[in-house]
């Protein structure tokens, strides 16, 4: 059963950095693309980034420039940097990965507030 666990959310200041990790249980070459997406408070689930099982990126205009998604083979996980945090990014964050079908994590907390 494929399984996504994501860690690094937490408490951060704005403008400080965090860095969460979705690892899965398979090979990520297995899938199409994989992603982050969140979820603020009161509002709907949003595409935040998304790399493509050649590597290719894209991103949401809120985040470009100061997020980046990466990915270790090797490790069979994928990263979101995140820089120049805002509260606006105050969201729960969840990993997603796409092969027949959608994949979900179970999210982890990011809180961005002095």
């Known amino acids: 059963q494929v399984q996504l666990v994501e860690s690094g959310g937490g408490l951060v200041q704005p403008g400080g950095s965090l860095r969460l990790s979705c690892a899965a249980s398979?090979?990520?070459?297995?899938?199409?693309?994989m992603g982050w997406f969140r979820q603020g408070p009161g509002k709907e689930r949003e595409l935040v980034a998304r790399i493509t099982s050649i590597g290719s990126t894209n991103y949401a205009d809120s985040v470009k420039g100061r997020f980046t998604i990466s990915r270790d083979t090797a490790k069979n996980t994928v990263y979101l940097q995140m820089n120049s945090l805002k509260s606006e990014d105050t969201a729960v964050y969840y990993c997603?990965?796409?092969?027949?079908?959608?994949?979900w994590g179970q999210g982890t907390l990011v809180t961005v507030s002095s």
């Open positions: 398979v090979s990520i070459f297995t899938f199409n693309a």
């Open positions: 997603n990965a796409q092969d027949y079908r959608e994949r």
